[in-house]
Each structure stands twice: as C-alpha cells, then as structure tokens.
C-alpha cells in the first residue's frame, strides 16, 4: 500500500474535486496531480532517484505541498527543515541528512549563500520557488513548466522505504533525523482518518508549519481519502476563523497557542462555524481552563493528541472529553501503553512514573544513530521522557517532562500543576512555569505570564493570588515574570526553556 498511488488514483476517480485551496487559487485532483508530476519529473531530470533526500526550507506553499507527494511518487525521501534554520544549524542538518537538493525560497537566499560552500549538495540542485534571477539557483516554476505533466516511470516502493526524515525541535537538546518509512505514514493516513472521522467530503484547513510533524496528523488522511485541504501561509486568527466559514471547514488542527488567540475572537463560535466537526490540540499540553471555555464555545468537537514524533500517541475523542477533561485520552486501535518506574516495572493506575508506548507509527529509529536509538527504544518500546499516569479507565493523564521536574527541597514538583493554577486567574491569558537555582531549596519555580492589561497589569499581585491557592510551600512561585509573548517553536510550542535561559541571563 505505498504512498506513490494516492494522488494518481484521486486524479483517475475523484478528477473534478476540489483537492487544494490556496491563497485564493483552487486546484481539482486532477490539476493538482499534474503539478506533482511535473515536479518529480523535473527531480527525475537533475538526476535525482529513489533513495536521495531532497530537502526543503519554505514556508507553507503550494510548492511544498507538491514536493511531499512528488517524492512518494519517485521514491525519494523529503527532508523538511525549519526556515527559522541559520548558520552552524542549516549546515549540520543538511550534511547530516546526506542532502543531495534542497528547495528553498528567496528569503532564504542570504543565509544559504553565507554557508554554501559547507553544504554537502551539487550546485546545480539549488532550487528557488519564487525568485527567477538568483544567481546560482534553478527556478522551481521554470523546472516545473518545461517537463511532462504524464506519471513519472514507476518506481517500486516498499513498505520499509524511507519517506522523510524529520528532526527534532531540539527543545531538549542536540537535534536528531526521525525516519518515517512509507508504511508509518500510512499508518498515519488509516489510522488517524478513523480518529478523527475523516472522509472524501471532509474540508482540512491548516495554519500551523508544514515542517511540523503535527500537520502530518491531518494531511496524511486527507492524501488518503482525497479530501479538501486548505492552506494558510501562516497562522492568523481573523483570518483563520474568516476563511473557515467561507470554506464550510470541518476539520483543523491547531497547537494551545493559536487555541488561546482563536478563544479572544467574539466569532469564533457554533453559530459561525456550524460545519465544523473537529478541533484538535496538539504539540503541547492545553490547560484546562482553556479546554471548558472552548467546549462551551464549540461544544462536542474537541480532540486532543498527545504523542511523539518518534511514533507514540494517545488521543482523547470528542465523546470521551465530557467524562476525562484533564485527559489526554487513550492509545488508539494497534497500539500499546505502559507506565513505568525506574526500574522498569510497570506501574499501577494513579502512580506516576514514564510514559512508554509501541505502535504502527514507531520510527525505526534516529538516521544515522543507532547508540541514540537504543536509548529511545528498549526491547520495543518507546520511551517518551514525559511523565504521566492512568486512571481506573486506562486515561492517560500528563504530569510533565521528566527534564522540567522542579525539584525543591528534595520533593518533585510538576511544573504542569502550578500552571494549571496560574491560568485561572482572570488576567493571565498563558503561562510557564520553570525551576530556577535557590540557595535554600535548590530549586525554586518561577511562572512566565502574558497578562490582559485590563484585567492584571501587577505581577506580584498574580504571585500571591497563585500562592495563596497552591497545595503546598514548594509550589509556591517565587517571582512572576510578565512577557508581551513567549517564544515559539516552528511548531508553535512554548521555548520554556528559552525563557528559563533569559531569565537566567538576566
């Protein structure tokens, strides 16, 4: 069941429906079809094959749409990388995924011609979307336009063929190449259309980065079943809620951060959304204050995902939520959960210990890193580095990283819990919470708060709100730091690391 014949079968049997919206320009299966065959005949011709990595540095584009179905096609692996990348990182990702093109955007074009000479790839495979006279690049549209719309010669793909390779956000350090093999993204595709009630006559809009292995948790399904999917070139919320409307959206995948600014907008509501059937959070933890006001707003509608991209999931269903809002709800069909101690040993419901998963989705393992991928995968099993437990049901409930642990005074303390509490207060419109070094406890928590001026303009005032709340002294916080935003990852996760750092830095 390889990849390679989705697209050309909704092109023979579902030609004249609507497969792409973008920016205002729509594209039936079998218009877009026809792009995507240019394009992996145009690879074919830089005499690109099965097997070569092709990386991209873009924003989300029509362009980067045709290049993940264009490399199923050829056999060719896609390497999606943040256009956030500069420097040492563009050039160590790049060598380290043996590169042989790269598709890159204008904008790009300073940092690559500050670095190229490093870079592992043959000149001639330098490929801009949308600038024709860079020098020492080929033009994507001028590739594009001059090769057969036809099929490209079949390609045999098995099921352990690489499809991407995907690297980490490096949130929790060195970054590493995620291999998904064909078979893996069509886990994705069967598995996550029936999660998430996926079908030929859905609408899929997408705001989020296309880098991001989350957005996979949509387009997947809609390569399968050969439904609309409308693209965003980036996330705005006027926007956002305008065009769902326009386009009867019924599915949208969103991380906590586009859910809280989403949550601001008088509009955003069951009257001017009626056709929507899903909103599901994912990449982060949503607190639950914001989980009941969006059910109120949008009531039997929201899912939420916890996984990684390693290939471990849970998801919480919209028919579950009622019963389980603090969850992050139960392994799908085919895969398999444990929490354990540290020895291994796994562990009643209510006990917290790491969460451990397996299931179709599992990576094979880190590129070119096998001592990593031990650590990752023992005797099967995934491990997450997150810490959670069960409930009587089987309900998956996070606690938090096990990195993040604050430990204070010798006593565990989860960040997760103090800002579940912090959130509350009516002026706090987000929050993270992290340790810091104290000379008496050796840890101390600290909470990063973006505040609504007219509801709270006083950060002490909010620390001693949160800490006359709080279950006990060592999650009392020490200092309440007010930032306008928080940093973001290309995924549009919390840095809270970052935060941490500048806090430190002074």
Avoid at 320 to 329: M, Y
Avoid at 386 to 405: A, H, I, N, P, W
Wanted: net charge negative; hydrophobic share 40%.
């Amino acid at each position: 069941m390889p990849l390679n014949t989705l697209a050309t079968r909704h092109a023979r049997y579902r030609p004249d429906h609507t497969a792409v919206v973008f920016e205002g320009q729509r594209f039936t299966h079998r218009e877009f079809n026809e792009r995507i065959n240019r394009l992996a005949n145009a690879l074919r011709g830089l005499g690109l094959h099965r097997g070569d990595k092709v990386a991209v540095v873009l924003d989300n584009s029509l362009e980067l749409l045709e290049v993940y179905q264009a490399v199923a096609k050829t056999g060719m692996v896609v390497v999606p990388l943040s256009p956030l990348l500069r420097g040492d990182g563009l050039v160590t990702l790049l060598n380290d995924a043996d590169s042989a093109a790269v598709i890159t955007m204008k904008r790009m074009v300073e940092h690559f011609d500050a670095v190229r000479d490093r870079i592992d790839i043959d000149p001639g495979r330098y490929i801009l979307t949308d600038d024709p006279d860079s020098p020492g690049y080929r033009n994507y549209n001028e590739l594009t336009s001059t090769v057969s719309s036809d099929e490209p010669p079949w390609v045999e793909v098995t099921d352990d063929d690489p499809y991407n390779i995907i690297y980490s956000s490096g949130t929790t350090g060195q970054p590493k190449g995620i291999v998904h093999t064909h078979y893996i993204r069509m886990a994705y595709c069967t598995g996550f259309a029936a999660s998430y009630r996926i079908k030929p006559e859905s609408v899929i809009l997408h705001s989020g980065s296309l880098v991001f292995n989350g957005a996979f948790l949509t387009l997947m399904p809609a390569f399968y079943v050969g439904a609309t999917y409308v693209l965003m070139p980036g996330f705005d919320v006027r926007k956002m809620i305008d065009l769902m409307a326009a386009e009867k959206v019924t599915h949208v995948m969103v991380v906590p951060s586009q859910i809280i600014a989403l949550l601001a907008e008088p509009d955003f509501n069951e009257e001017n959304l009626p056709h929507l059937e899903m909103i599901c959070s994912v990449g982060a933890p949503l607190h639950l204050e914001h989980k009941e006001d969006l059910a109120r707003k949008l009531p039997n509608r929201f899912y939420e995902l916890y996984g990684l991209t390693e290939g471990f999931v849970t998801v919480l269903d919209r028919d579950d939520f009622p019963a389980k809002p603090g969850s992050v709800g139960v392994p799908p069909p085919l895969y398999e959960m444990r929490i354990v101690g540290d020895d291994g040993t796994e562990l009643p419901p209510g006990e917290v210990g790491e969460i451990v998963g397996r299931g179709p989705i599992t990576m094979p393992g880190y590129y070119k890193r096998p001592d990593l991928t031990a650590e990752a995968i023992k005797e099967g099993w995934l491990h997450s580095g997150d810490l959670g437990y069960v409930d009587e049901d089987g309900f998956l409930f996070l606690v938090d990283r096990k990195k993040d642990l604050i430990i204070s005074g010798g006593v565990n303390v989860y960040p997760r819990d103090i800002e579940e509490i912090v959130i509350q207060h009516p002026g706090v419109t987000d929050v993270a919470v992290f340790g810091v070094p104290d000379d008496r406890w050796g840890e101390t928590p600290v909470a990063a708060v973006r505040l609504d001026p007219e509801l709270a303009s006083n950060p002490d005032e909010v620390r001693e709100w949160v800490n006359e709340r709080v279950d006990a002294r060592f999650q009392k916080l020490h200092e309440v730091l007010v930032l306008d935003e928080f940093p973001l990852s290309v995924a549009g996760k919390t840095l809270r690391r970052v935060i941490r750092d500048n806090y430190l830095e002074g």
